[in-house]
């Protein structure tokens, strides 16, 4: 009879201490939290009303509640444009319509909301009060397209027609109710009254209850139970430890393996150099500058938002390693060699935890070997290349995945150490291990959707886990041990719900599917289709690692089956690596988006596979064949096999993330050397052939056996040959052009010259133009052109988008009146054709400076604007040349045009025809001036300030560590005075995700709240970068914030209609 295990209190003990931890756990996200609830009261000075901006991040309150008294209404009526109270800019097509707009003209009042009139009267004589209330209860409106695709509708998670109302009162009496699925939009706050007299003042009042439901805080009682729970964890796993010392069964800790697998090698020295080199020359990962802004604003709000969309949706559970990597950036600064500094040291530490477990296969012996093999009977071969070929094959899995601020090198880290733990566990017989593999999981668990791959090195190790956790005969002892073990993993709930709750979850995800649909296990296919892409996503080096492992996975299967039915065992850290690694793919399906810097959590378990299969997998085949001659099939498969996915990656583009790539060796083609493309089966065919012929001539083996044994052996060869160019070619084409310094606006070329950013990283190498100091061209003296038909001199364009800059005199083509829905379609469709007159055209000046125009609407579609060049000659110049100015764009937006003379041209005139009736289909444009070039971080320091809030794109925020991103606190956006933004494909800058209403963008009502100028750049710049700077007359944050807390169960995610503010 067996023995049982650790029959001292020890085991009990701790089986206690982890049900309370699981029990604990459980209770944790339904554990009470103390909510934030802002108030915004405005105006300031209740009797000097001030227009404000006010970009709530939720778009709409959940309470609103206007006042207004008819001597208010009145004088908004005799004073400027009528406007008593907007939430949109009067004039703007979103007033009435998404806002709410209240008028008064003509002696009447008008309360315009939910893209209709709720109430036109006139206004009572004598003294009246108006009151708009508004209540919400904060469900997002689904917009996603019905039909087929739309994916399913889930009533209760969004809006409906009565989530929201609209109540419109007149001392007292009800004049409408409109019943809505939302409130309407506050972008500002913005009346026609600048002044109340005394008797009046505080007749005009705004108050809004703004949604800020993500940011909440533990009440005490959630504090004890987190308490109770840590101090169980760490009480379970010391009394684990105790039992394992008492165990009759457990491995003495004299008679355990060293810390250290052998003595150091080179190898341990060269992994983290290559990973040191990297920190400083590589490029960002694919959401670097997105991850980065998050961590950032988290510090500032409190809460672990998405930041850029969803309305900034909370990222519940997954939010301890932005919060860790917060923490970090106030400690080590925002430019990006500190903030790599944890992934290189998660890269090192995830080197010495594959060293530890691919030890024992290297050292022990696979089996004797046939005469002329390369492999002794000791294993000496195997023991010598072995970390040679693991740190080749975790290098090129790394590298190009996980040398980022991506939570994937976390995944990575703790998927390898669990790993590492079971084996521990199986080969010790101690609990202890296994407990730290389950809490392993669970830290890894909730670092990402892909900590979902944390169940694999579990389920893969309970052939393992389970001798060591059974007690044989005692179910009660064996389920209290089941159950201490597995408390390690109540670590989960620890880090994602001590600072959030269920309620943060479900909120979050109801805002993500209100506007996109999650990827289910059935898409994942597009995971590999996006591999197999001509683009970032599948470029070469994260083709290399990942398709060797799905071809190695698919030859251990064979191997595996022929050895079961052989009965011959394999290595346990081989079996164990790739049954994890094989089951780590299978649970890439369960996340909810299918890009493939996911792979980067394999990045620990793939190499532990790939590494140990690549040394033992000839020496095991002859082990499983007995020596036997293999077979020339299978020979063959496997050379096509491996020769195709070799191909097949070398096939990907040198293009990485959002990187401007001039100066790096091929650029966005497949890597090449003189002009030899490395993406040839043949030429892998060869490499194999020449490999066994080496292999044939130092052996002086012969005959078909020798043959197929040296092919067998040449392909892990070519294999490992294969992944250490991807990691030369990758390191090295990315060192050679940072120490070239090209492009100079490069992610590398930058980090290797300012490590710690303190020169402001790519900002420090954009100039641009300055329109605020442009000098207008002084008119030529030549006769007056006809008047213009259908444009219209300084108007012509959106009143609330006027060219910024120190020429505003133009001329645009948008007629009639567009200040609503109403007038807008007669506004848009109107037409015409116009010449400026002739302006003279400087020398040219030794300051680079460039003559500039400014335009908005439409440039092309049968519109046009031309320079037109001369010379004078007389009355009239004679023609030098033309230049279209065009771009692709339909926005109202004013862009920055260049102008390039011809030689010999000394004035300029510009030529208008508008002939497009469609929306933003007018054209409007400015007098040409001459602008100096200037240095973009002195532009913006000398006209907004050092500190200014500057909306950077996800794609490039990484590489400006001096600007501030705008910041999302309390529910409400900092207004942003500029944007630096990067062109994805066609598509316009400002048509990003973060600047789409209907996807909740951060900035998605700044160019309906602004005025917008996209400012010229001047190079050598990155072709796809923009510049934006934002002008509006309103004041930033003219109004009265307040906060309060209530607390509400951590389940519950439903917002009790709340009343309006009082």
Same mark, same amino acid.
């Given at each position: 009879?067996?023995?049982?295990? %650790?029959?001292?209190?020890?085991a009990?003990?701790?089986?206690?201490?982890?049900?309370?931890?699981?029990?604990?756990?459980?209770?944790?996200?339904?554990?009470?939290?103390?909510?934030?609830?802002?108030?915004?009261?405005?105006?300031?000075?209740?009797?000097?009303?001030? *227009?404000?901006?006010?970009?709530?991040?939720a778009?709409r309150?959940?309470?609103?509640?206007?006042?207004?008294?008819?001597?208010?209404?009145?004088?908004?009526?005799a004073e400027?444009?009528?406007v008593?109270?907007?939430?949109?800019?009067?004039?703007?097509?979103?007033?009435?319509?998404?806002?709410?707009?209240?008028t008064?003209?003509?002696?009447?009042?008008?309360?315009?909301?939910?893209?209709r009139?709720?109430?036109d009267?006139?206004?009572p004589?004598?003294p009246?009060?108006?009151?708009?209330t508004?209540?919400?209860?904060?469900?997002?409106?689904?917009?996603?397209?019905?039909?087929?695709?739309?994916?399913?509708?889930?009533?209760?998670?969004?809006?409906g027609?009565?989530?929201?109302?609209?109540?419109?009162?007149?001392?007292?009496?009800?004049?409408?109710?409109?019943?809505d699925?939302?409130?309407?939009?506050?972008?500002v706050? @913005?009346?026609?009254?600048?002044?109340?007299?005394?008797?009046?003042?505080?007749?005009?009042?705004?108050?809004?209850?703004?949604?800020?439901?993500?940011?909440?805080?533990?009440?005490?009682?959630?504090?004890?139970?987190?308490?109770?729970?840590?101090?169980?964890?760490?009480?379970?796993?010391?009394?684990?430890?105790?039992?394992?010392?008492?165990?009759?069964?457990?491995?003495?800790?004299?008679?355990?393996?060293?810390?250290?697998?052998?003595?150091?090698?080179?190898?341990?020295?060269?992994?983290?150099? +290559?990973?040191?080199?990297?920190?400083?020359?590589?490029?960002?990962t694919?959401?670097?500058?997105?991850?980065?802004?998050?961590?950032?604003?988290?510090?500032?709000?409190?809460?672990? %938002?998405?930041?850029?969309?969803?309305?900034?949706q909370?990222?519940?559970?997954?939010?301890?390693?932005?919060?860790?990597?917060?923490?970090?950036?106030?400690?080590?600064?925002f430019g990006?060699?500190?903030?790599?500094?944890?992934?290189?040291?998660?890269?090192?530490?995830?080197?010495?935890?594959?060293?530890?477990?691919?030890?024992?296969?290297?050292?022990?012996?696979?089996?004797?070997?046939?005469?002329?093999?390369?492999?002794?009977?000791?294993?000496r071969?195997?023991?010598?290349a072995?970390?040679?070929?693991?740190?080749?094959?975790?290098?090129?899995?790394?590298?190009?995945?996980?040398?980022?601020?991506?939570?994937?090198?976390? @995944?990575?880290?703790?998927?390898v150490?669990a790993?590492?733990?079971v084996?521990v566990?199986?080969?010790?017989?101690?609990?202890?291990?296994?407990?730290?593999?389950?809490?392993?999981?669970?830290?890894?668990?909730?670092?990402h959707?892909?900590?979902?791959?944390?169940?694999?090195?579990?389920?893969?190790?309970?052939?393992?886990?389970?001798?060591?956790?059974?007690?044989?005969?005692?179910r009660v002892?064996?389920?209290?041990?089941?159950?201490?073990?597995? *408390?390690?993993?109540?670590?989960?709930?620890?880090?994602g719900?001590?600072?959030?709750?269920?309620r943060?979850?479900?909120?979050?995800?109801?805002?993500?599917?209100?506007?996109?649909?999650?990827?289910?296990?059935?898409?994942e296919?597009?995971?590999?289709?996006?591999?197999?892409?001509?683009?970032?996503?599948g470029?070469?080096?994260?083709?290399?690692a990942?398709?060797?492992?799905?071809?190695?996975?698919?030859?251990y299967?064979?191997?595996?089956?022929?050895?079961?039915?052989?009965?011959?065992?394999?290595?346990?850290?081989?079996?164990?690596?790739?049954?994890?690694t094989?089951?780590?793919f299978v649970?890439?399906?369960?996340t909810?988006?299918?890009?493939?810097?996911?792979? %980067?959590?394999?990045?620990?378990?793939?190499?532990?596979f790939?590494?140990?299969?690549?040394?033992?997998?000839?020496?095991?085949?002859r082990? +499983?064949?007995?020596?036997?001659?293999?077979?020339?099939?299978?020979?063959?498969?496997?050379?096509?096999? +491996?020769?195709?996915?070799?191909?097949?990656a070398?096939?990907?583009?040198?293009?990485?993330?959002?990187?401007?790539? /001039?100066?790096?060796r091929?650029?966005?083609?497949?890597?090449?050397?003189?002009?030899?493309?490395?993406?040839?089966?043949l030429?892998?065919?060869?490499?194999?052939?020449?490999?066994?012929?080496?292999?044939?001539?130092r052996?002086?083996?012969?005959?078909v056996?020798?043959?197929?044994?040296?092919?067998?052996?040449?392909?892990?060869?070519?294999?490992?040959?294969?992944?250490?160019a991807?990691?030369?070619?990758?390191?090295?084409?990315f060192? @050679?052009?940072?120490?070239?310094?090209?492009?100079?606006?490069?992610m590398?070329?930058?980090?290797?010259?300012?490590?710690?950013?303190?020169?402001?990283?790519?900002t420090?190498?954009?100039?641009?133009?300055?329109?605020?100091?442009?000098?207008?061209?002084?008119?030529?003296?030549?006769?007056?052109?006809?008047?213009?038909?259908?444009?219209?001199?300084?108007?012509?364009?959106?009143?609330?988008?006027?060219?910024?800059?120190?020429?505003?005199?133009?001329?645009?083509?948008?007629?009639?009146?567009?200040?609503?829905?109403?007038g807008?379609?007669?506004?848009?469709?109107?037409?015409?054709?116009?010449?400026?007159?002739?302006?003279?055209?400087?020398?040219?000046?030794?300051?680079?400076?460039?003559?500039?125009?400014?335009?908005?609407?439409?440039?092309?579609?049968?519109?046009?604007?031309?320079?037109?060049?001369?010379?004078?000659?007389?009355?009239?110049?004679?023609?030098?040349?033309?230049?279209?100015?065009?771009d692709?764009?339909?926005?109202?937006?004013?862009?920055?045009?260049?102008?390039?003379?011809?030689?010999?041209?000394? +004035?300029?005139?510009?030529?208008?025809?508008?002939?497009?009736?469609?929306?933003?289909?007018?054209?409007?444009?400015?007098?040409?001036?001459?602008?100096?070039?200037?240095?973009?971080?002195?532009?913006?320091?000398?006209g907004?300030?050092? /500190?200014?809030?500057?909306?950077l794109g996800?794609?490039?925020?990484?590489?400006?560590?001096?600007?501030?991103p705008?910041?999302?606190?309390?529910?409400i956006?900092?207004p942003?005075?500029?944007?630096?933004?990067?062109?994805?494909?066609?598509?316009?800058?400002?048509?990003?995700?973060?600047?789409?209403?209907?996807?909740?963008?951060?900035?998605?009502?700044?160019?309906?709240?602004?005025s917008?100028?996209?400012?010229?750049?001047?190079?050598?710049?990155?072709?796809?970068?923009?510049?934006y700077?934002?002008?509006?007359?309103?004041?930033?944050?003219a109004?009265?914030?307040?906060?309060?807390?209530?607390?509400?169960?951590?389940?519950?995610?439903a917002?009790?209609?709340?009343?309006?503010?009082?």
């Amino acid at each position: 009879m067996t023995p049982a295990r %650790g029959t001292g209190r020890a085991a009990p003990a701790a089986a206690v201490a982890g049900l309370v931890a699981v029990l604990c756990a459980l209770l944790l996200p339904f554990a009470p939290v103390s909510v934030n609830e802002p108030t915004v009261r405005w105006p300031v000075d209740p009797s000097r009303p001030e *227009s404000t901006l006010l970009t709530l991040t939720a778009y709409r309150p959940l309470a609103l509640d206007l006042r207004f008294s008819c001597d208010v209404a009145r004088q908004a009526g005799a004073e400027g444009s009528g406007v008593v109270v907007s939430t949109a800019l009067p004039g703007s097509p979103e007033a009435g319509v998404t806002g709410l707009l209240v008028t008064a003209a003509d002696g009447r009042v008008a309360v315009r909301a939910l893209d209709r009139v709720l109430v036109d009267e006139p206004l009572p004589t004598g003294p009246c009060a108006y009151r708009v209330t508004g209540r919400s209860a904060g469900r997002p409106t689904d917009v996603r397209p019905s039909g087929p695709g739309g994916g399913a509708r889930a009533p209760g998670a969004f809006a409906g027609p009565g989530d929201a109302e609209l109540v419109v009162t007149r001392d007292g009496r009800e004049l409408a109710r409109a019943a809505d699925d939302q409130l309407p939009d506050v972008d500002v706050l @913005v009346t026609s009254v600048t002044t109340l007299p005394p008797d009046a003042a505080g007749d005009l009042a705004v108050r809004l209850r703004v949604d800020d439901e993500f940011t909440s805080s533990p009440t005490p009682l959630k504090n004890v139970l987190t308490a109770v729970l840590v101090l169980a964890l760490l009480a379970a796993a010391g009394l684990l430890v105790a039992a394992d010392r008492t165990s009759p069964e457990a491995t003495p800790r004299r008679s355990r393996r060293p810390r250290w697998p052998g003595r150091p090698r080179v190898v341990d020295l060269a992994v983290p150099a +290559v990973l040191a080199v990297w920190t400083f020359v590589a490029p960002a990962t694919d959401d670097d500058g997105y991850f980065a802004t998050q961590a950032r604003n988290a510090v500032l709000s409190g809460e672990v %938002g998405n930041y850029y969309q969803f309305y900034d949706q909370s990222f519940v559970p997954f939010t301890w390693v932005s919060q860790g990597l917060g923490a970090w950036q106030q400690l080590a600064g925002f430019g990006p060699v500190p903030q790599r500094v944890p992934a290189l040291v998660l890269g090192v530490l995830t080197w010495l935890v594959l060293r530890r477990v691919a030890a024992p296969a290297f050292e022990q012996p696979a089996g004797p070997a046939a005469p002329g093999e390369p492999d002794g009977p000791v294993g000496r071969w195997r023991a010598r290349a072995g970390p040679v070929v693991l740190g080749v094959v975790f290098l090129a899995w790394w590298v190009p995945y996980d040398m980022g601020v991506r939570p994937e090198a976390v @995944v990575a880290l703790c998927g390898v150490a669990a790993m590492h733990a079971v084996l521990v566990t199986g080969r010790d017989h101690r609990l202890a291990p296994a407990w730290v593999a389950c809490a392993l999981a669970g830290v890894g668990f909730t670092a990402h959707t892909t900590g979902v791959t944390m169940v694999a090195p579990l389920l893969a190790g309970l052939p393992a886990l389970w001798p060591v956790l059974r007690v044989p005969g005692a179910r009660v002892a064996t389920a209290g041990r089941v159950v201490a073990v597995a *408390s390690g993993a109540m670590i989960a709930p620890l880090l994602g719900f001590a600072d959030g709750a269920l309620r943060d979850f479900r909120r979050g995800q109801a805002l993500f599917l209100s506007v996109l649909e999650q990827d289910g296990w059935t898409a994942e296919f597009e995971r590999y289709a996006y591999l197999l892409d001509e683009g970032a996503m599948g470029n070469f080096a994260k083709r290399a690692a990942v398709l060797a492992c799905l071809v190695a996975l698919a030859w251990y299967a064979v191997l595996a089956v022929a050895a079961r039915a052989r009965h011959r065992p394999l290595p346990a850290p081989l079996t164990l690596a790739a049954t994890t690694t094989a089951l780590s793919f299978v649970a890439l399906a369960a996340t909810p988006s299918k890009w493939t810097h996911h792979f %980067g959590a394999l990045a620990g378990v793939g190499p532990a596979f790939l590494g140990v299969l690549l040394v033992t997998a000839v020496p095991l085949t002859r082990r +499983v064949l007995d020596g036997a001659r293999p077979p020339g099939g299978v020979v063959a498969a496997a050379a096509g096999s +491996v020769v195709a996915a070799i191909a097949l990656a070398w096939h990907g583009p040198n293009s990485w993330p959002y990187a401007w790539l /001039d100066g790096v060796r091929t650029p966005h083609q497949p890597p090449s050397i003189r002009n030899v493309g490395l993406d040839s089966p043949l030429l892998w065919a060869l490499a194999v052939g020449l490999v066994a012929l080496v292999l044939a001539w130092r052996s002086r083996g012969s005959g078909v056996d020798a043959a197929r044994r040296h092919a067998l052996w040449a392909l892990p060869i070519v294999v490992v040959v294969s992944l250490a160019a991807t990691t030369a070619y990758t390191v090295g084409s990315f060192g @050679v052009a940072a120490v070239r310094g090209v492009p100079p606006g490069s992610m590398w070329a930058r980090t290797t010259a300012d490590p710690l950013g303190s020169g402001c990283g790519a900002t420090s190498t954009i100039r641009v133009l300055d329109p605020f100091t442009a000098r207008p061209l002084a008119p030529a003296g030549l006769p007056a052109p006809s008047p213009p038909a259908g444009f219209v001199p300084d108007a012509g364009y959106y009143a609330n988008n006027r060219p910024q800059g120190s020429v505003t005199a133009g001329w645009g083509s948008l007629a009639g009146d567009d200040a609503g829905p109403a007038g807008q379609d007669t506004a848009e469709q109107s037409t015409g054709e116009m010449s400026t007159g002739w302006y003279a055209l400087p020398d040219a000046p030794g300051d680079g400076s460039t003559v500039i125009v400014t335009a908005a609407g439409t440039l092309a579609a049968g519109n046009e604007l031309v320079a037109e060049y001369g010379r004078r000659t007389g009355a009239s110049p004679a023609p030098t040349g033309e230049q279209a100015l065009a771009d692709t764009l339909r926005s109202p937006s004013w862009r920055t045009l260049t102008l390039a003379p011809p030689p010999g041209s000394d +004035v300029v005139r510009l030529h208008a025809v508008d002939r497009t009736g469609d929306l933003h289909g007018w054209l409007a444009f400015t007098a040409p001036a001459l602008a100096r070039p200037v240095d973009l971080r002195t532009h913006l320091r000398d006209g907004f300030g050092a /500190d200014a809030p500057v909306a950077l794109g996800w794609h490039l925020a990484f590489a400006h560590p001096c600007l501030r991103p705008p910041a999302v606190v309390d529910g409400i956006t900092e207004p942003p005075v500029a944007a630096i933004l990067r062109v994805d494909g066609p598509r316009a800058a400002l048509d990003d995700i973060a600047w789409q209403p209907a996807r909740g963008g951060v900035f998605g009502q700044v160019a309906r709240s602004r005025s917008v100028l996209a400012l010229a750049t001047v190079g050598p710049v990155d072709p796809d970068v923009r510049v934006y700077v934002f002008g509006t007359p309103l004041a930033r944050d003219a109004y009265t914030l307040t906060t309060e807390q209530r607390t509400v169960p951590g389940a519950r995610v439903a917002i009790s209609a709340p009343p309006a503010p009082r």
